[in-house]
């Protein structure tokens, strides 16, 4: 790790203690970890009622019967590790830069046994309920808390509404939970009114006032149907604890009066909701979110029956984050439509899963104000699965007693900091400790602002929930959850700290590993080399309005002489340099990258042959198979496909940078880097990486090079027809020599047509070809107008192919239909997800 300015290079080697290490090179300790782990649970299980007879005796462990269980044991354990060391992708070495996923934490592994091992036969604790898992409920509660003081929510004051916050399965299940409490807070004053109109809180109708979205109060009979829908959300949070105060109603009171015009009862389509409030308003509202959005927002659109269709997409500047001047045309679009279109809330992602990217939140909040002075009103949920760990690299002064002056995480850039500051005021955020917290599956959580969210979501059962009890089973979706996940989360916080010296400091260094790797991707090629890397993050000399082709190779020529292959002793000295890392790559810590190549010293323009070679890349530096082995997978990739339809003009940007056709709306394959490791940096070790990177890049580049070079070659035809013979060119779609679509006629000797004839009528559905005997390029065979050939029952080299007529010549060949079918000749009107053929 470099010795930034004010950084502890002991921190470092705390950072070293925190993990077993890429080669286990802190294996002595995991096992007196474990060696404690198992001494305890011996312990445990002698002192609960000491007195008790052994239940398995030596006499029983002495028997073959048992002994042949022991054995059966050891080598189902031996076989299991054999077969986990072969097929296992190593997340634990640096070299691995795939998914978001990376060594777990010592820490975590030691409460993750500690709490499986103390939960005895079953396994895991079950934290559905408190009296199935005393200890691991209070410890989730406790995990809940720090997560919100990590984001800057409010724990402690009085004054204000406090936060709280639970561990879910994963990040999708918390997204689904906060669409959820989302759409059942907008509904909450339309369900009361209705309780006030038609059930036992008639009373209220005079005299119960609520305030406005844009300030003023009244009588909340009075409100509008808008004007319902665009209620502050602690508004209406408050309104439970206001009836309470002002009415004397009690909560069971009141959700027994509010049970019958619930949307959890009686569903979003209800008739009565539609009847009085109007169908135009309930069945229209909006859920925005930017293009980019992680797969589990349309799905928790789809389970919470608000419908995928509602959700709104924002458009994506060219780094990737939310174009803010569109999410306000949006918002107007829904302010000034005919009826007005409400808005359940705004997700700003905190870290895209594909490129680290974070939206602009400071300015998302800015319009949240912003609309709430013009009537509209939502929840901001953040997506911060990959990136509220992030939060813990921040200075907030001395209100956490973090020691001032400290900020190990120089890389991450100032809006991405502005973004992280403002966390605190979404009224949701989602986060996964078992992402940027470096614990084990399964841990995603869901953190609010205002702790009386929670109750929106809350369903309650005889089993689970007693008098006197606090529970978590009975917040959110799931029911059973394991007490592991929140034991392993708060002991790795306990021991690493969620501040800049612990969490900060670990963060830091994977973020400045990602800058270097980006260092590396961004000057990898040159105007010699056979291909191009183009990381989809702008250079600074990039950005637009002031770029020019001269800069941005002064730029790349400055980080290969001041940035690469320098210790980093020596490169945290270089202001100019550290600088420059500090406004380069992505915002959090993931490279997205493509690679094309060059033929006669030109960019390859067709995304076809473009994605095939990424593909191949990714295939070559993946385990996609139970049949492949770690061995020749000298670094790990994951990949993605960005769609044209979401990434719209970042994409087009994107494709114009790697020298391909800016213009075609195919979707593009690309290639994803992912660091979470402390370690690359050190030794030079990102260089390795790199080294073996590019290796299997020049042998994929020479490949398509190859394949995309029109050369002498076989070529295969489908035979049709009895009367008059008919070829159907086999095409390829990567292969220039075989690049066509190609019709053609020709004639056979009498003979030769006539064996075909009759082998066709004998066995009418079996598939004939002919081909060239002599390796040729398929323009000459058609100028020619004649060519030797072979015909053969089925493609030659498959099974079941045989010989029918070993050498033939074709002759008159006439050309009914040719057209090149690569990606440069296909027109934008046709669907981007296939290819047109030719009719005949």
Same mark, same amino acid.
């Given at each position: ?12 080697? $705390?950072?070293? %203690? ?14 007196? *970890? ?61 070299? /691995? ?32 309920? @408190? ?18 003081? &990590? ?11 406090? %936060?709280?916050?639970?561990?879910? #399965?994963?990040?999708? *299940? ?6 959820? $409490? $989302? ?29 406005? #979205? ?71 509202? %909006? ?7 992680? =797969? ?39 302010? =000034? ?5 409400? !808005? ?13 990217? #974070? ?78 917290? =470096? ?15 929670? =109750? ?28 592991? $996940? ?24 994977? +973020?400045?590993?990602? @800058?270097?790797?980006?260092? /590396?991707?961004?000057? &990898? ?46 490169? *945290? ?131 398509? !090079? ?84 072979? +015909? ?15 050498? !033939? ?7 009914? +239909? ?16 296939? &290819? ?5």
């Amino acid at each position: 790790m470099p010795c930034l300015p004010d950084y502890d290079k002991n921190l470092h080697h $705390a950072v070293s %203690a925190w993990f077993l290490g890429p080669r286990a090179e802190n294996f002595v300790y995991l096992q007196q *970890v474990l060696h404690t782990v198992l001494v305890e649970q011996y312990h445990a299980r002698n002192e609960y009622y000491p007195n008790d007879d052994s239940f398995i005796g030596e006499d029983v462990q002495n028997t073959p019967a048992f002994q042949e269980q022991m054995m059966r044991l050891s080598r189902g354990v031996k076989e299991l590790a054999k077969r986990l060391a072969q097929h296992h992708v190593p997340f634990w070495n640096p070299r /691995y830069n795939g998914h978001m996923t990376n060594d777990t934490t010592l820490p975590g592994i030691a409460g993750l046994l500690s709490s499986k091992q103390r939960a005895g036969s079953r396994l895991n604790p079950n934290n559905v309920a @408190a009296e199935a898992s005393p200890l691991t409920t209070r410890l989730e509660m406790k995990v809940g808390q720090e997560l919100c003081e &990590m984001v800057g929510y409010n724990i402690n004051s009085q004054e204000k509404a406090q %936060a709280w916050g639970h561990i879910t #399965c994963d990040g999708s *299940v918390a997204n689904l939970e906060s669409i959820w $409490a $989302a759409r059942n807070l907008k509904f909450y004053p339309l369900s009361l009114l209705l309780a006030m109109e038609r059930g036992s809180l008639g009373f209220l109708l005079d005299s119960f006032q609520v305030q406005t #979205c844009q300030g003023g109060s009244k009588l909340l009979r009075d409100f509008t149907t808008w004007e319902l829908l665009n209620i502050l959300p602690h508004e209406v949070l408050a309104i439970p604890d206001r009836l309470y105060s002002e009415y004397n109603i009690s909560p069971t009171f009141l959700q027994n009066a509010l049970n019958l015009f619930l949307i959890q009862s009686i569903g979003k389509d209800a008739t009565m909701f539609e009847e009085r409030f109007g169908r135009e308003y309930i069945n229209r509202m %909006a859920y925005i979110a930017s293009a980019t959005k992680h =797969y589990s927002w349309p799905k928790g659109a789809a389970v919470t029956g608000i419908g995928s269709e509602n959700l709104i997409n924002i458009r994506v500047d060219d780094g990737a984050r939310m174009e803010i001047g569109h999410l306000e045309d949006e918002l107007n679009k829904c302010l =000034y439509a005919n009826p007005p279109r409400a !808005v359940y809330a705004v997700v700003a992602i905190i870290g895209s899963t594909e490129h680290g990217a #974070c939206d602009p939140l400071a300015d998302i909040v800015a319009l949240r104000d912003q609309f709430c002075k013009k009537g509209l009103s939502f929840v901001l949920h953040a997506d911060g699965a990959w990136g509220a760990y992030f939060s813990t690299t921040l200075q907030r002064g001395g209100e956490r007693g973090f020691p001032v002056g400290f900020v190990p995480s120089i890389a991450l850039k100032p809006k991405t900091k502005e973004s992280l500051l403002e966390l605190h005021h979404c009224d949701s955020i989602t986060v996964d400790p078992h992402k940027s917290g =470096y614990i084990q599956y399964p841990a995603g959580g869901l953190l609010y602002r205002d702790q009386r969210m929670r =109750y929106l979501v809350t369903w309650t059962s005889p089993v689970v929930n007693r008098q006197g009890e606090e529970s978590i089973g009975v917040y959110g979706i799931e029911g059973r959850q394991p007490g592991a $996940a929140p034991v392993a989360t708060w002991l790795s916080h306990q021991v690493i700290g969620l501040n800049p010296r612990g969490y900060g400091a670990l963060l830091g260094e994977a +973020v400045f590993g990602c @800058a270097m790797m980006y260092a /590396y991707l961004s000057t &990898m090629s040159t105007k010699s080399t056979d291909f191009i890397v183009t990381p989809l993050n702008l250079l600074p000399a990039e950005i637009p309005f002031n770029s020019t082709d001269a800069k941005v190779e002064e730029q790349k020529d400055f980080i290969r002489s001041h940035i690469l292959h320098r210790p980093n002793s020596d490169l *945290v000295k270089d202001k100019d340099a550290m600088d420059l890392i500090r406004e380069m790559g992505s915002d959090l810590s993931i490279n997205a990258f493509a690679v094309n190549f060059r033929l006669n010293s030109q960019p390859n323009r067709d995304i076809v042959c473009g994605n095939d070679l990424n593909r191949r890349i990714f295939e070559r530096l993946s385990l996609v198979s139970i049949t492949q082995t770690l061995k020749n997978k000298p670094l790990f990739l994951t990949s993605t496909v960005f769609s044209q339809q979401n990434y719209g003009n970042c994409l087009r940007t994107y494709k114009r940078r790697l020298g391909l056709d800016g213009s075609s709306n195919l979707d593009l394959y690309s290639l994803i880097n992912v660091v979470m490791s402390p370690f690359p940096t050190e030794m030079e070790f990102t260089a390795t990486i790199i080294k073996a990177l590019r290796g299997v890049i020049e042998e994929e580049v020479k490949t398509s !090079v190859e394949w995309n070079t029109v050369s002498p070659d076989f070529h295969g035809f489908v035979m049709q027809g009895t009367d008059r013979l008919y070829l159907v060119h086999l095409p390829m779609f990567n292969m220039a020599n075989h690049r066509y679509q190609l019709i053609i006629t020709g004639e056979l000797p009498p003979d030769a047509m006539a064996t075909y004839v009759q082998a066709r009528q004998q066995n009418p559905s079996q598939l004939y070809t002919l081909a060239n005997v002599e390796k040729e390029v398929l323009s000459t065979l058609l100028e020619r107008r004649r060519f030797k050939a072979h +015909v053969d029952k089925g493609i030659p080299g498959t099974p079941g192919s045989t010989p029918l007529i070993k050498e !033939v010549e074709l002759t008159n060949i006439e050309i009914i +239909v040719k057209r090149q079918i690569d990606s440069t000749h296909l027109g934008n009107s046709y669907p981007a997800s296939s &290819m047109p053929f030719f009719l005949y």
